[in-house]
C-alpha cells in the first residue's frame, strides 16, 4: 500500500513537472499546412507563408529568400527562449502573441515622420528599419547582410509582448513616458541576437 501511494505520488510530481511552465517547443499539429505553405519564385510577389511550429504564425515575403520559414521559425524560438529566460511567462501571455505574429519583411528601408529613439527622444523624419503595424503585424526590414540576427525582429517582437503582457506597446522604448520597456528588455534583445548569430541566422 505505501509503496503504491508513493508511486502515485512520484507519478503526480512528475505530471506537474512536465505539464506546467512555458515551453519553447511549440506544436505542429497542422503539418499539412505548413508543408503546403511554399515560397514560389516564379509567382508573384509578395507572398504569405505560414510559419512552422506557430500555429496561426505568418510572414509576407517580398522574395523566396527573405526569409525561408524554418529560420523565421527558429527566430521566433530563440525570441521566446530568451524571452523566458529574462521575464517568465505565465500566462503564456508572450507565447500567444508568437502563435498569430505576422511579419512584413520588407526589401528596403522607410521614412518615418515621427517617433522615439531607444532612450525616449522623440525624432521627425528618421529612416527606419522595422514598426509595429498592429496587435499583431509588424513591418521589419531585412537587415544589414541578408541576416535575420542583424534585423530589428526581436526590438519590434518586445513591442508586440508588452503589448500582449501590459497592453501597451511603450513606444519611447527606455524613455519615462510609457512604461514597460526597461534597459533588461534592450539587454534582452543584445542577448537574443547573439544567440541568432551562433545559429547563423
Ligand atoms: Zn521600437
Redesign the pocket.
Known amino acids: 500500500m505505501l509503496r503504491k501511494i508513493i508511486f502515485l505520488l512520484a507519478l503526480s510530481f512528475c505530471v506537474t513537472c512536465s505539464g506546467h511552465g512555458p515551453n519553447v517547443f511549440f506544436t505542429n499539429d497542422n503539418k499539412k499546412l505548413y508543408k503546403n505553405s511554399l515560397c514560389m519564385p516564379d509567382e508573384k510577389m509578395p507572398q504569405m507563408i505560414i510559419i512552422p511550429f506557430f500555429e496561426n504564425a505568418s510572414q509576407i515575403m517580398p522574395n523566396c529568400n527573405i526569409y525561408p520559414k524554418h529560420k523565421t521559425a527558429l527566430a521566433l524560438m530563440i525570441f521566446y527562449h530568451k524571452w523566458v529566460e529574462y521575464f517568465g511567462d505565465r500566462d503564456f501571455a508572450v507565447r500567444g502573441m508568437l502563435q498569430k505574429v505576422m511579419i512584413r519583411w520588407g526589401n528596403s528601408k522607410k521614412v518615418s515622420n515621427k517617433g522615439f529613439s531607444l532612450n525616449g527622444e522623440l525624432f521627425t523624419s528618421r529612416t527606419i528599419i522595422?514598426k509595429v503595424e498592429g496587435q499583431n503585424i509588424i513591418w521589419v526590414w531585412r537587415g544589414y547582410d541578408y541576416k535575420i540576427s542583424e534585423s530589428s525582429l526581436t526590438?519590434?517582437l518586445v513591442?508586440l509582448a508588452l503589448k500582449a503582457k501590459f497592453g501597451t506597446y511603450d513606444?519611447d522604448?527606455e524613455g519615462h513616458k510609457y512604461r514597460g520597456w526597461t534597459p533588461a528588455h534592450s539587454a534582452m534583445i543584445i542577448s537574443a541576437r547573439r544567440m541568432m548569430r551562433a545559429f547563423n541566422i
Open positions: 522595422g526590438h519590434e513591442h513606444a522604448h
